[in-house]
C-alpha cells in the first residue's frame, strides 16, 4: 500500500494535495503534528472528509516530528481525533496505557505501535518488531535512519528473518531509499511518501514518482532489480533512462539508487535482494575493479568499470562511458577530422580516463590538466599524452591543445563546486567546448564557452549515450523511448 503523509497547516491544503495524488495512494497519514491550531479544533472531523483510510499521526520533535507541546497536551489531542473514527492512530512504543489507546479500542482504530530512530538503526532490529506489538491487532513500525550501506544490510537482514509477521519496516535517509521502493517485495505493509517540498520524513519521495518511475504496484518476487551505487547518487538521472526502457517494452525489471558507502556490504546487499545489473559512478568506477570476476577491454585498458552484470561465475564489469563519450563528439566532428584534432581534457578521474582512452584511440593528441598534479602525470605516462596541473600558466598550454576542451571533473555539478574550473582560460569560440556533467545542463564551464562562440556537447547527451549502451548489456535490448 501506499501511504501520504499530510503535513499541510489546514486541512483545505491536504485536501489539495490528497486530490493531487488520489490515484496513486492507497490510505492517508494525518501528521496532526503539522496542523495549525484551528484545524487541530476539528481534529476529529478529518475522516468524514475524505474516503481513503486515515492514520492518525502525532509526532513529537524526539521522533521526527513537529509536535511541540507537552506529552499530555499530545495524548489529549490523538484521544480528541479519534472520537472522529480513524482507522489507524500511530503510538509509539515508549508510551504508557493511556486514554488515547482505550478510545482506539472502542472505534475500532488499529493501533500502529511504533519506533523511530532518527540516529541510527539499533543492533537487534527482529527482536525490536516481535516486542512491539502489545496485542495481536497491533502493526509494529520500526523507521530507522539509514546512514550506509551496512545500515540498509541489517534492515534487510529483518525483513528476512521477520517474514512470518506483518510489520512496516523502513530506513529513513538516502542510504535507505531502496526499502521504499520494494516494500512490497520485502514484506513491509506499507510504504510512505509525501508531496514534494513537504517531506514528512527523510527519503520520502512523493506517490507519482514511486507509481509512474518505479512501477510500485508492479513489483513482484519475480521482478529483476537493477541498480546504481555511487556516493551521492540520489541526484542520478539514471533511474529514469532505465525505468522508463523497462516500462516502454513491458520488461518485469526495477532500477533503483543505492547510495554506497562500503562496497562489501553493497556486494552482500546485492546477493541478498538478488540485484542483476548494476550501473557504477563517483567515486566508485575504480575502486569495484577488485570485486569483478571478469572485466570486459574497455574496462582493462581505462582502469575503471561502470557497468557491472551479475552471471553464475559472478560479477562482469563493462565500460559504457567509452562509446557513450565518443558518440556525440564524432556526431559533431566525423572519425577523420577528430583524428587530426588536439585536446585538452580537464580532469584525471575515473571519467576523463575513459574520455582519454577514447581520444587516443583515434589517434588524438591530448593534454591533461588536473588539480593533483600527479594523477595528471601518471594518466599522460600511461595514454601517451602532456600533462599540466590546474594552476599557474595552465591557460597558455591549453591554448597549444584546443580544438576541443573535455571538463570531466565534478566542478559546476549541481550541489558540488559550481565554478568552471578553468575560468583563467580565454575560449577563442573556435572550440568544441564539452561538459561531461549534466546537472545542470548548462554549467559554467559552457556557459563561458558559449559565450565566446564556441560549439558546446553537455553531459546529457553522453549520460544519454552510455545509458543505451547500459541499457542494451542489461537486457539485450534497444533502449526505444528516452525519458
Ligand atoms: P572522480 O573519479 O572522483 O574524479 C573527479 C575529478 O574531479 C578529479 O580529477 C578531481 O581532481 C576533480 N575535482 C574534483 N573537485 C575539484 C575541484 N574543486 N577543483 C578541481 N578539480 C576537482 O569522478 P568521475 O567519475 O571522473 O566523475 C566526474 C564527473 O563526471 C561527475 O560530475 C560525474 O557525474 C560526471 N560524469 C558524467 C557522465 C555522463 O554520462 N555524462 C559519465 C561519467 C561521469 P583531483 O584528482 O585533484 O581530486
Given at each position: 500500500m501506499i501511504c501520504l503523509s499530510l503535513t499541510a497547516e489546514t486541512f483545505e491544503e491536504n485536501l489539495g494535495i490528497i486530490a493531487r495524488y488520489r490515484q496513486y495512494i492507497d490510505l492517508l497519514e494525518l501528521r496532526a503534528d503539522f496542523l495549525g491550531t484551528s484545524a487541530c479544533s476539528h481534529l476529529e472531523r478529518f475522516p468524514s472528509l475524505t474516503d481513503l483510510p486515515v492514520i492518525l499521526t502525532v509526532r513529537r520533535k524526539q521522533d521526527g516530528g513537529a509536535f511541540s507541546g507537552t506529552e499530555a497536551?499530545?495524548?489529549?489531542?490523538?484521544?480528541?481525533?479519534?472520537?472522529?473514527?480513524?482507522?489507524?492512530?500511530d503510538l509509539e512504543s515508549d508510551l504508557g496505557e493511556n486514554q488515547a489507546e482505550r478510545i482506539a479500542s472502542g472505534k475500532g482504530t488499529r493501533i500502529i505501535r511504533s519506533f523511530h530512530d532518527t540516529r541510527g538503526v539499533p543492533a537487534d532490529i527482529p527482536s525490536l518488531l516481535r516486542t512491539l506489538p502489545r496485542t495481536k491487532r497491533e502493526i509494529p513500525k520500526a523507521a530507522l535512519m539509514c546512514s550506509g550501506s551496512t545500515d540498509l544490510e541489517r534492515i534487510l537482514h529483518a525483513y528476512a528473518a521477520c517474514n512470518d509477521m506483518g510489520k512496516i519496516l523502513l530506513g529513513m535517509g538516502d542510504a535507505g531509499f531502496p526499502t521504499r521502493v520494494l516494500t512490497g517485495r520485502l514484506g513491509s505493509l506499507m510504504t510512505y511518501t509525501s508531496a514534494p517540498g513537504t517531506r514528512a520524513a527523510p527519503g520520502h519521495i512523493d506517490p507519482e514518482t514511486l507509481s509512474t518511475r518505479y512501477r510500485y504496484r508492479t513489483i513482484t518476487g519475480s521482478t529483476r532489480i537493477y541498480g546504481i551505487i555511487g556516493n551521492p547518487v540520489m541526484h542520478t538521472r539514471s533511474p529514469l533512462i532505465h525505468n522508463a526502457g523497462f516500462a516502454s517494452l513491458g520488461i518485469d525489471a526495477v532500477y533503483i539508487p543505492f547510495q554506497t558507502d562500503d562496497l562489501e556490504a553493497f556486494f552482500r546487499i546485492a546477493d541478498m535482494l538478488p540485484i542483476v545489473g548494476c550501473s557504477v559512478t563517483i567515486p566508485h568506477k575504480e575502486a569495484v575493479l577488485p570485486f569483478l570476476a571478469k572485466q570486459a577491454p574497455d574496462v582493462n585498458a581505462v582502469g575503471a568499470c561502470n557497468t557491472m552484470?551479475?552471471?553464475?561465475?559472478?560479477?562482469?564489469?563493462?565500460?559504457?562511458?567509452?562509446?557513450?563519450?565518443?558518440?556525440?563528439?564524432?556526431?559533431?566532428?566525423?572519425?577523420?577530422?577528430?583524428?587530426?584534432?588536439?585536446?585538452?581534457?580537464?580532469?584525471?578521474?575515473?571519467?576523463?580516463?575513459?574520455?582519454?582512452?577514447?581520444?587516443?584511440?583515434?589517434?588524438?593528441?591530448?593534454?591533461?590538466?588536473?588539480?593533483?598534479?600527479?594523477k595528471a602525470e601518471e594518466l599522460a605516462k600511461q595514454f601517451g599524452c602532456a600533462s599540466a596541473p590546474l594552476s599557474g600558466a595552465y591557460a597558455g598550454i591549453i591554448s597549444e591543445f584546443n580544438d576541443i576542451i573535455i571538463q570531466t571533473t565534478s566542478c559546476g555539478m549541481t550541489g558540488h563546486h559550481e565554478e568552471n574550473p578553468i575560468s583563467e582560460y580565454r575560449f577563442r569560440g573556435t572550440e568544441i567546448a564539452y561538459d561531461i556533467v549534466y546537472s545542470p545542463p548548462v554549467t559554467p564551464f559552457l556557459a563561458q564557452a558559449r559565450k565566446a562562440g564556441c560549439m558546446t556537447i553537455g553531459g546529457e547527451e553522453m549520460l544519454t549515450a552510455q545509458g543505451k549502451r547500459q541499457f542494451r548489456l542489461f537486457t539485450g535490448k534497444d533502449l526505444t523511448q528516452e525519458p
Open positions: 497536551d499530545r495524548l489529549r489531542l490523538i484521544a480528541k481525533g479519534l472520537v472522529g473514527g480513524y482507522a489507524y492512530v552484470l551479475k552471471t553464475h561465475t559472478g560479477w562482469e564489469g563493462y565500460n559504457t562511458d567509452v562509446q557513450g563519450f565518443l558518440e556525440p563528439l564524432l556526431l559533431r566532428t566525423g572519425t577523420e577530422r577528430l583524428a587530426r584534432m588536439k585536446a585538452t581534457v580537464i580532469g584525471a578521474g575515473g571519467a576523463a580516463r575513459a574520455a582519454i582512452y577514447a581520444l587516443r584511440s583515434f589517434g588524438v593528441q591530448v593534454l591533461i590538466v588536473n588539480r593533483t598534479r600527479e
